[in-house]
């Protein structure tokens, strides 16, 4: 690993590369291993696409209107070319490996390359000619990018993302992920404790585990090593590093989570008191049909565990509005099971079909788009009233948090985030990006804790 490769090159003699990145924080993240392994090739970030001499999309393919936002982008890219004809212009990630070829219908772009082949990417520009374009779809059983060590692009120098697997072996009915990331894969914990011990030395005091499932995340021993680790192991070791530094993870599935986590994250008080627990559904007949392999009831038991370990401990959810078959009585499940929960906050979509998952090729898309828009709707407009429930709650607790800096509505007064994961906004007592201050409070709306900094 490359200790000191860790922020971005700046030298204008080199030829520089811009990259967009769309999607899920795993695409964050590899967008920094795409950087490093160009930064490597002489090539230096740049963040004026009329700069660059190659432009890569690192795509996200979830939901047909990610897509669609990325084709448009394509039409952005292409007038470049229009400009200055040497330019490359690559898509990578999800939408390259679900798309493949398709990509290159027309000459649309340059280079397609796949999740698991950014280590390609060198050579792939290299051979690029006019006529002929590049593509490296290849899914990996091993790549996890282990040995690579990101180029931070992030700009506050304080959190960074970690990923410890790579792709999903849970075929939830209405997902693509498993056909774009491929087959579930842990990445060696030594390299992972380097790249976290590396942040830390260099600064950071917040970083976040990634995967897709890290309940999953498994090491199996190898021959000379002592025991396998548990992504609750894996967790002990990072948070073990320093008090000083925060761990966080997602995303969380409640299926696998276990008690073993759930009590590591009450034993060490820098592992942040939040869970990102995607519920999907709150009928049980949706879920299985979904495939996730738990009902309602064992949802709201994983909750009520974790609630009980850990009384404070922020939970937030990712919900789907109108899949194939859901009846308004399903949808009632829904906003009963989050008006019980009181999630802090959640993300909230319309069913997509994806082309190629199961349930494309099972379930007919039978909700009206307007009537999953109203479900939708209706989903929101609960979870704005559970969020400001969920903050209320907090009036007049005391927290610890991490100054991320200037909060955006009054450059006079400084942001952060508590442990539960809740934004933060308080007077500046002088505390730079990074510090630890202790904050009370005062007010809240249904996205903000408004509080008062007790230093
Ligand atoms: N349609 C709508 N939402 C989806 N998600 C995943 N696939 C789809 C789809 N086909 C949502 C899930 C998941 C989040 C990352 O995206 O809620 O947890
Ligand atoms: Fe991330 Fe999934 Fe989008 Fe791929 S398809 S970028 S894994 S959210």
Not at 334 to 359: I, Q
Request: hydrophobic content about 35%.
């Amino acid at each position: 690993m490359d200790i000191n490769n860790i922020k971005p090159l700046i030298d204008p003699s080199r030829p520089k590369v811009y990259i967009e990145t769309y999607g899920c924080q795993m695409n964050v993240n590899d967008s920094e291993v795409i950087l490093s392994i160009l930064q490597k090739e002489g090539y230096v970030l740049t963040e004026d696409m009329d700069q660059a001499n190659i432009i890569l999309a690192n795509t996200c393919s979830i939901r047909e209107n990610a897509e669609q936002r990325i084709w448009g982008r394509i039409d952005q890219f292409r007038l470049q070319k229009k400009k200055r004809q040497d330019v490359i212009i690559g898509i990578v990630g999800c939408m390259a490996e679900r798309l493949k070829d398709k990509l290159l219908d027309g000459h649309q772009v340059d280079i397609v390359a796949g999740p698991d082949s950014y280590r390609s990417l060198p050579q792939l520009i290299r051979d690029v000619t006019p006529d002929s374009p590049q593509i490296n779809v290849l899914l990996s059983h091993e790549e996890t990018y282990a040995d690579i060590s990101p180029v931070r692009m992030d700009k506050n120098g304080i959190s960074a993302f970690i990923s410890i697997m790579r792709g999903c072996n849970n075929v939830c009915s209405y997902c693509v992920v498993p056909y774009t990331r491929g087959a579930e894969r842990s990445r060696d914990p030594k390299t992972i404790l380097r790249e976290a011990q590396e942040l830390y030395s260099n600064g950071y005091k917040e970083i976040t585990l990634l995967g897709q499932n890290v309940d999953s995340y498994l090491w199996k021993a190898e021959e000379g090593e002592e025991a396998s680790v548990n992504f609750a192991q894996l967790l002990e070791m990072v948070a073990k590093i320093s008090p000083e530094l925060r761990v966080r993870f997602s995303t969380s599935h409640p299926k696998d989570i276990s008690d073993e986590v759930i009590y590591t994250m009450a034993a060490y008080p820098n592992i942040c008191k939040h869970i990102h627990l995607p519920v999907q559904s709150g009928s049980s007949s949706m879920l299985e049909k979904m495939r996730r392999k738990y009902d309602r009831e064992w949802y709201l038991e994983r909750v009520a565990k974790i609630r009980s370990v850990i009384p404070d401990c922020g939970i937030t959810t990712d919900v789907i509005a109108g899949f194939c078959g859901e009846t308004l009585e399903d949808h009632a499940d829904t906003l009963s099971l989050m008006e019980e929960v009181v999630f802090d906050s959640a993300f909230m979509f319309a069913y997509s079909e994806r082309p190629g998952t199961l349930a494309s090729r099972k379930y007919p898309d039978d909700i009206p788009y307007e009537e999953k828009t109203r479900r939708l709707n209706e989903i929101i407009a609960l979870q704005g009233r559970m969020s400001l429930k969920s903050n209320e709650r907090d009036l007049g607790k005391e927290f610890e948090v991490l100054v991320e800096g200037p909060s955006k509505k009054n450059p006079d007064e400084l942001c952060g985030r508590a442990s539960n994961n809740k934004m933060c906004v308080f007077p500046s007592h002088g505390e730079k990006p990074g510090d630890y201050t202790h904050v009370k409070v005062e007010s809240v709306t249904s996205a903000t804790l408004i509080c008062s900094n007790l230093g």
